[in-house]
């Protein structure tokens, strides 16, 4: 039987493990990359690990998500990681450079290479034959300082795709597609693969679109193959050197097998409020829209801009219509100046954003009340946009450059001809915005603003737990319901006393007070808890406020890793159905616990306010049952020097 594509970059920089499903493996780490709203908490865990210099090959630091500097604690946290880069040794990328993924893919990302990102979207990179996994900040701290990443070897997807797309359907119907047909759950413990004659007419970018949204499928990550498609990208980007061939041999084993016909996806659209809840644009009813929102690691790259810019050549914005438009990299932005496009943009009456996270994030451009949204992006979870009642519906950049003129979602296919557009014999590459590390590294000193505070330390594990049932939630609770991210609440990643007042703030307000109230006790999950991001706020700052178990039916795979990594104990009920004998402020106690994670016995809950015994299991490894009963990954490793 022959080897998957993922098999043999894994096989390759194996440490650890063997490379069966569900076993625990380590792997060799090449690269990572964070951005400012994770990276401050990564750098304050690195500057812990008392290291000189980190051991990957290439780390890179971007600041991306919060680049609007309403008061001074973005510019501190800027400064802040700026510094730490100095010292460790880590590439630091200005504001103002562009969004992490789309940025990681041009300059540095290459094939065959693992590389890590406290960013759940790092799989883009996939795009051209990276395995790049999103991981929890502490996990890439640990990957900076120790070169390596554990994780449980997920199983292999292939996706094998056929045929060619319809005029007007581009890469992100084809994700829409996948995500309609598999939900957000549909990836979990799976890394998808993808084959097949279709992809020879995918560009790189487009390729990068696709493994962009696999975190939306719950995927560990996605990858492409890299073939002479990534060799022509990287060429223009001047790296020709990176390029190395790589396929899965053509008998690989894979352990699920799809497949998807190129040719029959028509221009789709996610409708509020999940990536999953997808439908054919045709199908949609009449629907006028507000705001038009097109960039983000999704669909920033220089072709996706062009052929908006093309589509409004010649036209007017709709006069209720507010478009916006982010480009991914100053590269992009620079190109577009250069080409006139930027100046069509600019006179059909688009807005013209930074080259950063933006909207996507909430950083700005929050629509009006009830506002239709329509985006270019990989989420749309309520509120999310700023806007509670807002509803966001995601589309390719064909669609919404249309719907732009027409003022409601239009499907491109009935818009005329599709545009051309050339694409350079080579990109603009400059430096200008990233400040590469010198030689003199023990001279810099980290600098702290007063925005940076001291993040929580989790305590050993006790083996008997009580506590009240603080709130329970309902499935695919994501960890922006967690801890929102708006323009409000970004400024304050690195200070979770400030962020804790935020806490679960969408579905509980006043849930920071309870917890105080009850010093701290248990969180009731549905399924899918945690999905979404990376960010490990959504495990450090419940931390903070006492919470020491999750219950859940299910988890999704970051967010449990970064609870493992706070010492906040993830549990999974034997029988779901036992969720529904558990409510609010019901008082529980676990027992036994050290042995249980241990021995893989299970651990058995008493719910005292029902008089009822629930049986619940832990499924992480042995490690990271240590990791628990350490009270998290720092503890951890100052015992065990990792
Ligand atoms: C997001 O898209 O939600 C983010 C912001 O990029 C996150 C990281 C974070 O929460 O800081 C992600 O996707 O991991
Ligand atoms: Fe930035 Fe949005 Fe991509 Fe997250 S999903 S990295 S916020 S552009």
Redesign the pocket.
Known sequence: MGKSLVYKILERNLLSGNLTDGSEISVKVNQTLT????GTMVYLQLAAMDIQEIQTELSVAYID?NTLQAGFENADDHEFIKTCAAKYGIIYSKPGNGICHQLHLERFAKPGQVLIG?????PTCGGIGTLSI?AGGLDVAVAMAKGYYFFKMPKVMNIELVGSLQSWVSAKDVILYILKRLSVKGGVGFIIEYSGEGIRNLSATDRATITNMG?ELGATTSIFPSDEITKDFLTKQGRSQDFVPLTADSDAHYDEKMQINLDEITSMCAMPHSPDHVKAIRDIEVTKIDQVAIGS?TNSSYTDLMKVARILEGKKVHPDVSLVVSPGSSSILKMMSDNGALGTLIHAGARILEAA?GP??GMGQAPKSKAISLRTF??NFEG?CGTKDASVFLVSPETAACSAITGFITDPSLYGEKPVIEIPKQYHVSNHYFIYPSEHRADHEIVMGPNIKPFPVNEPLASTMTGKILLKTKDNVT??DI?P?HAAL?PF?SNIPELSKHCFGTIANDFHIVAKKYNGGFIIGGENYGQ????E??ALVPLYLGIKVVIAKSFAR?HKANLINAGILPLTFVNKKDYLCLDELDDLRISEVLSGLKNHKGITLYNKTKEILIPLQFTGSERDAAILAAGGYLNYAKQSNF
């Open positions: 951005q400012d709203s994770t998500h406290s960013d759940s979207h790092t999103g975190a690691c996270c996507c994030i990989n989420r999310r960890t922006d801890i991210s970004l990643r979404g991001s990376s960010r706020h959504a970051i």
